[in-house]
């Protein structure tokens, strides 16, 4: 009973971040919108392993190029690597400060760019700049408030 | 694996349209979250106005609408004489567009692709292919149709090309996006071409995309360096792009014809009866 609630708050917390990657920002934020699909997934990944993996992250990605228009399997992929990355590293990652956290997680999104900017390369929608990278800084400045408000969700929801 | 399956199946071969616009009906919702902020924006705009703003309105739009009835007299009588000296010509009538207003809902996040979502799907009589256009100019064509939204490629996304031909000579071209909402590239324009600053190109027709005549953009900048074969040119487009709430769907021809069953809430069009809809 309360292990299924548990998934209702994980697809609600997707859902609320594939809400925010699709609001329309101001032209100057274009460029530095958080990657918040990743990081829910990041959070997750780290703090229910058992839980949320692999198979959420493709899904979920497959979900988001719906969203956004993109080739089924960019962000699957991202996502994915992410998902990937934080399996292998969950255990350090919870041990960390909370800089230290920040720091991590902007490598792992800067990956999760990465894949991204690969993939629509391919589709001939590259970026010209490096500028592609700012959301892996904006993620990780917003990192802290991601991982406070989702962790205040796990407890008061007593998900294991 | 799968993943990367799915992603050469999605690039490569068109297979799965039908798959896309299901999921796309079924995310529907997620938009309509989305726009809320937008929504409120919007009703606070319409509902909180000072009265002398509205005054003020007011006045400019009646003022707007003195100047606009006045050349829609004219108009009726030149339309006519229009029809008539074609005629002569022995030329098939130009019959104005259909056109239907759709609502924008949502932007691509990414910078580089330039998509709309637009409130009108395949409910409406959407298209793929189907042009859209606004106050101001040609703004993009419909590339994925759901049941009740449609995605809209921008003519300045980086992958969209747009054949244009100058209003002053009817030079034809080929403007392509950049992945800047205000520019558009003219390529392959021999340095010889007449072509200058300020000259309004306006969509050509060819290759039956884009109806003939509406403005594309506005040569903002002409590079000529003997050494290359071709100048560089640089245009705004014309469209408001980053500003227009409301697009205007263009049915043309006889495609048109064939998707639309529900002509009660087209707009009213004097001139084409179901005789002369052989436009564009």
Redesign the interface.
């Known amino acids: 009973m309360r292990s299924r609630a548990g998934y209702g708050i994980i697809a609600f917390t997707l859902l609320v971040a594939a809400v925010l990657a699709i609001v329309p920002n101001p032209l100057w934020l274009q460029w530095a919108r958080p990657e918040w699909v990743a990081l829910v997934i990041l959070y997750w990944c780290m703090a229910l392993p058992h839980r949320v993996g692999l198979l959420t992250a493709a899904v979920t990605g497959v979900f988001q190029d719906v969203l956004e228009g993109a080739p089924l399997g960019q962000h699957g992929l991202a996502l994915l690597a992410v998902a990937l990355l934080v399996a292998l590293l969950y255990k350090r990652l919870r041990v960390f400060s909370l800089w230290q956290q920040s720091a991590m997680v902007f490598l792992i999104i800067g990956m999760h760019q990465l894949i991204d900017q690969w993939v629509q390369s391919l589709q001939g929608a590259a970026a010209g700049s490096l500028l592609f990278l700012l959301p892996a800084l904006t993620s990780a400045l917003v990192w802290p408030v991601v991982l406070h408000v989702l962790r205040a969700l796990r407890r008061y929801y007593h998900m294991v | 694996m799968?993943?990367?399956g799915?992603?050469v199946?999605?690039?490569h071969f068109n297979s799965?349209g039908r798959t896309?616009a299901l999921?796309?009906t079924?995310?529907t919702p997620?938009?309509w979250?989305?726009d809320i902020?937008?929504e409120v924006d919007d009703w606070a705009g319409q509902h909180l106005r000072s009265r002398s703003a509205l005054i003020r309105d007011a006045e400019r739009l009646r003022r707007e609408n003195l100047l606009l009835q006045g050349r829609a007299q004219q108009m009726a009588s030149l339309q006519a004489e229009n029809l008539r000296l074609r005629a002569l010509l022995g030329s098939t009538a130009l019959v104005r567009n259909d056109v239907q207003v759709a609502e924008l809902i949502?932007?691509?996040?990414?910078?580089?692709?330039h998509?709309l979502?637009i409130n009108k799907g395949g409910q409406d009589g959407v298209y793929i292919g189907q042009p859209l256009i606004d106050a101001e100019g040609l703004v993009g064509q419909v590339?994925?149709v759901a049941e009740y939204t449609a995605?809209v490629l921008l003519i300045t996304?980086?992958?969209h090309s747009t054949p244009v031909q100058i209003n002053r000579n009817g030079v034809r071209a080929i403007a392509e996006g950049n992945?800047s909402?205000d520019a558009l590239e003219v390529h392959h324009i021999p340095v010889t071409t007449d072509i200058e600053p300020g000259d309004l190109l306006v969509s050509s027709g060819m290759g039956g995309r884009f109806p003939v005549g509406y403005p594309v953009g506005v040569v903002t900048q002409v590079d000529r360096d003997p050494g290359q074969p071709f100048a560089r040119i640089l245009a705004r487009p014309s469209a408001a792009l980053?500003r227009s709430r409301h697009v205007l769907l263009v049915f043309v021809g006889a495609e048109a014809e064939s998707t639309r069953e529900t002509p009660a809430d087209r707009s009213a069009d004097p001139a084409g009866g179901p005789a002369g809809q052989d436009s564009g």
Do not use: K, W, Y
């Open positions: 799968a993943l990367a799915l992603l199946a999605d690039l799965l896309r999921l796309n079924l995310a997620v938009f979250v989305a902020p937008r949502g932007v691509s996040p990414d910078p580089m692709r998509l979502v590339v994925e995605r996304d980086p992958t992945g909402l980053d």
